[in-house]
């Protein structure tokens, strides 16, 4: 993974310093909420519902096991013990207190982390697929663009007063685990025929109260124009993007009421002005990155003896094993999810002991690296098949075991009312309960493949509109309801979920949701059909009839 | 906001006295003096000012595309960036398309919601003088406490900065 220099040291110790004076000013009193509330979030603190929360950059999602246990200490030293892993990659800690917040910065930056711009109007954690460098269907690992790009949207002086957030994400595969398509800017890697890599680019996609999936703005751009190209279209979102109304300022907003025809000749017209200039790539920089995120030495010559066996003479092991183990490039190897979806557990918790128990298990059988996926779990990406059953072991001692990757119970929800300000509703406790309805393993099993996110307003943080099946919380007349979209996607296929119709109280909502599974199941053109596959075949009618009858 | 009205400049690393004037649409323009017109003014009088032999300065509102004057750097002493709030950040580019792309050298001045945290950020893009009324604003730059990082991570076109490190792409003040 990608090592700090001095020069990076240094940016970070001085960013910590600036930060640092920032606070001081504001418990002073030299800085009112109002001016201190840009800087605070371009450092990641927010003001929630009962304290601040500090969300820390995990960079494309990748950290050691040594940068885990000092996520660990922080938890158990200026928190309560826990952390929540988000959609972003990223972790945030929602108990610290702002007088602790330097310290906290000066603990980060010991391994090389920070919270440099994981909020505010500014360019954020660019994402990339949490399986990068480990899955066996990529055409090149896309961390080192996503470090490129870190590092060029760092402190950007003329992109950190945006007019709204600003987030990339970037795969090196054509099957999409990064959900590219619903970011501002989604990249992904593919090879010209010369044989040259460059990019697909994608711009204004977006979830929030106008779901949008993105526009493919330009079919190959070479690698070597990677920075000049995204600065290009950040000049022109910042000079024409709108700051009338907060709703209306990301940059899907402008290409779809500018349409992509035009605004791609703005990206290009200023493009052409400065892709000869100081941003090109020079190719022997971006191979020097590269070799940052090398493939670990992995024994091309292992095997899987021992897996098989323990297979077959341990079903609850073979269970977990199927869903939690994904194919890796280097045969006799595997990526591992980390369930942090226990059945009727917050979705993307983890306490500081089992942060620590995972560092341990990265460090023993995964070549010290750990990911952090959008969907909330963690992953281990580079594990001897025949090392899987002592991970396995481990796991379950740190109750982390859950074999439920990709089914119904693995739910990706926002914090909602529990934390956030600016919630209609609760989140995760519904996300519990659902995990309790569904969580016996045969029944999950037999559904197969369910993605369900939950937001707990508008502003889409769970994800809802491109969940196989979501739900959104609103507000009606006082009392908390939610909203069930269908059929959303954010892989390859992306589309947004259609609202089925009106809406359930707190206490049927999972009833609904119990309603939509079954009949899907009776459904289903046969096992194998998924829930997505199966609802973009018959639409949306036996799903209304089921949920509100043929009245 | 505890705001000093000042009509001074902070420039070159201290306060000078600005000799400057902004005038509105209606205020006739004077054959003397340093006077700053809108910009929507500037290009409807273009054929006068042409021919003025003092110096004359635009300000380009946010919004406002800076590459309407291109043409007519040989009339312009100055431009003034305005920032109604800091958090609007299109002056940013504006400065940077100024400096890097029409290449006007002459002083591009921050008004507005100018405040101290931002003025790191505003200089990496040209800006080499900011009008502030802000009062702590003031303090600390006359005490000389302005916060910034000076290791950077994009080079920004200006001269006074410098490559440093490892990687094409960092850079430092020179
Ligand atoms: S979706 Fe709404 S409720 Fe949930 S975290 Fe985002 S802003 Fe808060």
């Given at each position: 993974?990608?090592?700090?220099?001095?020069?990076d040291?240094?940016?970070?110790d001085?960013r910590?310093?600036?930060f640092s004076?920032?606070?001081?000013?504001?418990?002073?009193?030299?800085?009112n909420?109002?001016?201190?509330?840009p800087?605070?979030?371009?450092?990641?603190v927010?003001?929630q519902l009962?304290?601040y929360?500090?969300?820390?950059?995990v960079?494309y999602?990748?950290l050691?096991?040594?940068?885990m246990?000092?996520l660990?200490?922080i938890?158990?030293?200026y928190d309560?013990?826990y952390?929540?892993?988000t959609?972003r990659?990223?972790?945030?800690?929602?108990w610290p207190?702002?007088?602790d917040v330097?310290?906290i910065?000066?603990?980060l930056a010991e391994?090389?982390m920070?919270a440099?711009?994981t909020?505010g109007?500014?360019i954020?954690?660019?994402t990339?697929?949490?399986?990068a460098?480990?899955?066996?269907d990529?055409?090149?690992?896309?961390r080192p663009?996503?470090?490129?790009i870190r590092?060029?949207?760092s402190?950007?002086?003329?992109?950190?007063f945006l007019p709204?957030?600003?987030?990339f994400?970037?795969?090196g595969?054509?099957?999409?685990?990064a959900?590219?398509q619903v970011h501002?800017?989604g990249?992904?890697?593919?090879?010209?025929?010369a044989g040259?890599l460059?990019?697909?680019?994608?711009?204004g996609?977006?979830?929030?109260?106008?779901?949008?999936v993105?526009?493919?703005?330009?079919?190959f751009?070479?690698e070597?124009?990677l920075i000049a190209?995204s600065e290009?279209i950040l000049?022109?979102?910042?000079?024409y993007?709108?700051?009338d109304n907060?709703?209306?300022?990301?940059?899907?907003?402008l290409?779809?009421?500018?349409?992509i025809?035009?605004?791609?000749?703005d990206?290009?017209?200023?493009f052409?002005?400065?892709?000869?200039?100081?941003?090109?790539?020079?190719?022997?920089?971006v191979?020097?990155?590269?070799?940052?995120?090398a493939?670990?030495?992995?024994?091309?010559?292992a095997?899987?003896?021992?897996?098989?066996?323990?297979s077959?003479g341990?079903?609850a092991?073979?269970?977990?094993?199927?869903?939690n183990?994904?194919?890796?490039?280097v045969?006799?190897?595997?990526?591992?999810?980390?369930?942090?979806?226990?059945?009727?557990?917050?979705?993307?918790?983890?306490?500081?002991e089992?942060?620590?128990?995972?560092a341990?298990?990265?460090e023993?059988?995964?070549?010290?690296?750990l990911?952090?996926?959008?969907?909330q779990n963690?992953i281990?990406?580079?594990v001897?098949?025949?090392?899987?059953?002592?991970v396995?072991?481990a796991l379950v001692?740190?109750d982390?075991?859950?074999g439920n990757a990709?089914?119904?119970?693995?739910?990706?929800a926002?914090?909602?009312l529990?934390?956030c300000?600016?919630?209609?509703?609760?989140?995760?406790?519904?996300?519990?309960?659902?995990s309790?309805?569904?969580?016996?393993?045969?029944?999950?099993?037999a559904?197969g493949?369910?993605?369900i996110k939950?937001?707990?307003?508008?502003?889409?943080?769970?994800?809802?509109?491109?969940?196989?099946?979501?739900?959104l919380g609103?507000?009606?007349?006082?009392?908390?309801?939610y909203?069930l979209?269908?059929?959303g996607?954010a892989?390859?296929?992306t589309s947004?979920?259609?609202?089925?119709g009106?809406?359930f109280a707190?206490?049927?909502?999972v009833?609904?949701?119990?309603?939509?599974?079954?009949?899907?199941?009776k459904?289903r053109?046969?096992?194998?059909e998924?829930?997505?596959a199966?609802y973009r075949?018959?639409g949306?009618?036996?799903f209304?009839e089921?949920?509100?009858?043929t009245? | 906001?505890t705001d000093?009205?000042?009509?001074d400049?902070?420039?070159?690393?201290?306060?000078?006295?600005d000799?400057?004037?902004y005038l509105a649409?209606?205020d006739?323009?004077?054959?003397d003096?340093a006077v700053?017109?809108?910009?929507?003014?500037?290009?409807?009088?273009?054929?006068?000012?042409?021919?003025?032999?003092?110096?004359t300065g635009?300000?380009?509102e946010a919004g406002?595309d800076?590459?309407?004057?291109?043409?007519?750097f040989?009339h312009v002493?100055?431009v003034?960036?305005?920032f109604?709030?800091?958090?609007?950040g299109?002056g940013?580019?504006t400065?940077?398309?100024?400096?890097e792309?029409?290449?006007f050298d002459g002083?591009?001045?921050?008004?507005?919601?100018?405040?101290?945290d931002?003025?790191a950020?505003m200089r990496r893009c040209g800006?080499?003088?900011?009008?502030?009324?802000?009062?702590?604003?003031r303090?600390?730059?006359?005490a000389?406490?302005?916060p910034?990082?000076d290791?950077?991570?994009?080079?920004?076109g200006?001269?006074?900065?410098?490559?440093?490190?490892?990687?094409?792409?960092?850079?430092?003040?020179?």
């Amino acid at each position: 993974m990608y090592r700090y220099d001095e020069f990076d040291q240094e940016f970070v110790d001085q960013r910590i310093a600036q930060f640092s004076d920032q606070v001081r000013r504001r418990l002073k009193g030299e800085l009112n909420e109002d001016q201190f509330k840009p800087l605070r979030l371009m450092n990641g603190v927010y003001l929630q519902l009962h304290a601040y929360m500090l969300r820390v950059c995990v960079p494309y999602g990748t950290l050691n096991s040594r940068q885990m246990r000092k996520l660990a200490h922080i938890a158990r030293t200026y928190d309560r013990g826990y952390g929540h892993f988000t959609t972003r990659q990223n972790i945030q800690f929602n108990w610290p207190k702002l007088s602790d917040v330097p310290a906290i910065l000066k603990e980060l930056a010991e391994v090389e982390m920070h919270a440099i711009q994981t909020s505010g109007n500014c360019i954020r954690n660019t994402t990339a697929d949490h399986l990068a460098g480990a899955a066996d269907d990529e055409i090149a690992d896309p961390r080192p663009y996503a470090e490129i790009i870190r590092q060029w949207s760092s402190l950007h002086p003329e992109f950190t007063f945006l007019p709204r957030k600003f987030k990339f994400a970037i795969t090196g595969a054509p099957h999409d685990r990064a959900a590219i398509q619903v970011h501002d800017i989604g990249m992904q890697i593919v090879r010209s025929e010369a044989g040259d890599l460059g990019f697909k680019v994608y711009v204004g996609g977006g979830q929030g109260r106008t779901p949008l999936v993105a526009k493919l703005v330009r079919d190959f751009l070479p690698e070597e124009d990677l920075i000049a190209y995204s600065e290009a279209i950040l000049r022109v979102y910042n000079r024409y993007g709108r700051r009338d109304n907060k709703y209306k300022a990301r940059i899907k907003i402008l290409v779809h009421e500018t349409g992509i025809d035009e605004l791609r000749g703005d990206i290009e017209a200023e493009f052409e002005k400065i892709r000869h200039g100081v941003l090109q790539l020079p190719a022997d920089e971006v191979r020097r990155i590269e070799t940052y995120f090398a493939l670990p030495p992995l024994d091309p010559a292992a095997t899987s003896a021992r897996f098989d066996a323990k297979s077959a003479g341990n079903p609850a092991f073979a269970a977990w094993a199927e869903r939690n183990v994904h194919p890796h490039k280097v045969t006799g190897h595997a990526s591992v999810t980390i369930s942090l979806k226990p059945i009727g557990g917050v979705p993307g918790d983890a306490s500081a002991e089992q942060m620590e128990a995972v560092a341990d298990i990265a460090e023993t059988f995964s070549f010290d690296e750990l990911r952090v996926s959008h969907e909330q779990n963690l992953i281990l990406p580079h594990v001897r098949l025949d090392d899987l059953d002592k991970v396995h072991d481990a796991l379950v001692a740190a109750d982390l075991a859950e074999g439920n990757a990709g089914l119904i119970t693995d739910i990706i929800a926002c914090p909602g009312l529990d934390y956030c300000a600016l919630a209609n509703a609760r989140s995760i406790p519904i996300a519990q309960e659902i995990s309790e309805r569904f969580g016996n393993a045969e029944r999950q099993r037999a559904i197969g493949d369910l993605k369900i996110k939950i937001s707990g307003c508008i502003n889409a943080c769970g994800h809802h509109h491109v969940g196989h099946i979501g739900i959104l919380g609103v507000e009606k007349k006082g009392e908390e309801l939610y909203q069930l979209t269908l059929g959303g996607s954010a892989d390859e296929t992306t589309s947004i979920g259609a609202i089925i119709g009106r809406g359930f109280a707190g206490d049927r909502i999972v009833d609904a949701v119990e309603t939509v599974v079954e009949t899907y199941l009776k459904l289903r053109a046969n096992d194998n059909e998924t829930f997505l596959a199966a609802y973009r075949r018959v639409g949306d009618a036996p799903f209304k009839e089921a949920l509100y009858g043929t009245a | 906001m505890t705001d000093t009205q000042a009509n001074d400049i902070y420039r070159d690393g201290r306060f000078l006295a600005d000799g400057w004037t902004y005038l509105a649409d209606d205020d006739p323009v004077p054959a003397d003096g340093a006077v700053f017109l809108s910009l929507s003014r500037f290009l409807a009088d273009l054929a006068v000012l042409r021919g003025r032999n003092a110096p004359t300065g635009v300000v380009v509102e946010a919004g406002e595309d800076v590459r309407s004057i291109a043409d007519e750097f040989a009339h312009v002493a100055a431009v003034a960036v305005a920032f109604p709030k800091f958090t609007d950040g299109r002056g940013y580019s504006t400065a940077r398309i100024l400096r890097e792309d029409l290449g006007f050298d002459g002083e591009i001045r921050a008004v507005g919601d100018v405040l101290i945290d931002q003025i790191a950020l505003m200089r990496r893009c040209g800006i080499d003088a900011f009008a502030v009324s802000h009062a702590p604003t003031r303090a600390a730059l006359e005490a000389g406490h302005v916060p910034r990082v000076d290791h950077y991570y994009q080079p920004a076109g200006r001269a006074d900065e410098v490559p440093t490190g490892t990687r094409p792409w960092l850079r430092r003040p020179a």
